[in-house]
């Protein structure tokens, strides 16, 4: 059987139906996916008509080409693959951008923890407890450490930061005075790179390693 309201598609987007035409159309399209389907399609039809410059509302004298209206169904279907193309690049920019932020958020977050401190092993008796932690910059390797002095041991004393290298060539990477009973928390770093590291080590003045961390 031919669906009665197989016409009124496009009336029905343009607005054109009257009240109870509009009301049984309303009703049909909730059993028809057909209908449905081609009023999806029409759809943007209302806003190609409002784009159109006043002279095409003029009146003319010659008859509507027989083509006009299937000309603008193209025109219909055109916006509406433009729309869908639109709508899977948006979908694919979200998408980039989720990860884009889900890559953003976690960086500062594993970035500010840091490299793990190690803890360093004591190469003879001494009243220092150290972890170093060594990070990749673009100018080298930085080498944070975390110390301890014991209490007991009388007043601070200096101490060095010395790299040193695979080649056994050591490397001075700064110094700094431990309190007795404090945390002392020192940044120092060298030129070489992580890979070139084979352990770093606290010295004495003298240059005595006292902790060494092996990479």
Known sequence: MTDPFIHDDAVYVLGALSEPERRAFEAHLATCPDCRARVAEVSPLPRLLAGLPEEAFRPVDEPVPETALPGLLRAVGRERRRRRGLLVTLGGLAAACVIALTVVVAWPSQHSAGPTPQAMSALVANPVHATAALRDVGWGTEIRLVCH?????????????????????????????????????????????????ASVQITLPSGTPILQLKV
């Open 149 to 197: 002095y014991d209490e007991g041991y009388g007043s601070g004393f200096d101490y060095a930061l010395q790299i040193v290298d695979k080649n056994g060539g050591t490397h001075p990477a700064g110094t700094w005075r431990l309190t007795p009973g404090k945390v002392t928390t020192f940044t120092g770093g060298t030129a070489l790179p992580r890979s070139q590291i």
